[in-house]
């Protein structure tokens, strides 16, 4: 079993800055892609950055140029930098990541991290 953690979300003023992190643990051989998806109440889950294990990025059209996403492989940790965030960036934030257990490969997702943004 293999369990993501995610930390780092709150309450911040439009124009501010969050740091979110996430962390996996349980039987872990590998980790390819990671990514930071959100989610607002009746809406789809929007993918919002993600980063390949070599370091490739990708990011929703609306946040480019204000996040960045990084990871530290040894620590099985994925990072999600957000500045000048907008009321509009509301949501639950969920971090994603493709586990390698070994025995078999699987998309885990953690529980989620509210982050909120005033105008």
């Known amino acids: 079993q293999v369990h993501l953690v995610e930390s780092g979300g709150g309450l911040v003023q439009a124009g501010g800055s969050l740091r979110l992190s996430c962390v996996a643990s349980?039987?872990?051989?590998?980790?390819?892609?990671m990514a930071w998806y959100r989610q607002v109440p009746g809406a789809q889950r929007e993918l919002v950055a993600g980063?390949?294990?070599?370091?490739?990025?990708d990011y929703l059209d609306s946040v480019k140029g204000r996040f960045t996403i990084s990871r530290d492989n040894a620590k099985n940790m994925v990072f999600l930098q957000m500045n000048n965030l907008r009321p509009e960036d509301t949501a639950v934030y969920l971090c994603?990541?493709?586990?390698?257990?070994?025995?078999?490969?699987?998309?885990?997702y953690g529980q989620g991290t509210q982050v909120t943004v005033s105008a």
């Open positions: 994603e990541m493709d586990v390698d257990t070994g025995s078999d490969y699987l998309d885990y």
């Open positions: 349980g039987r872990i051989n590998n980790i390819n892609g």
């Open positions: 980063i390949s294990r070599r370091g490739i990025t």
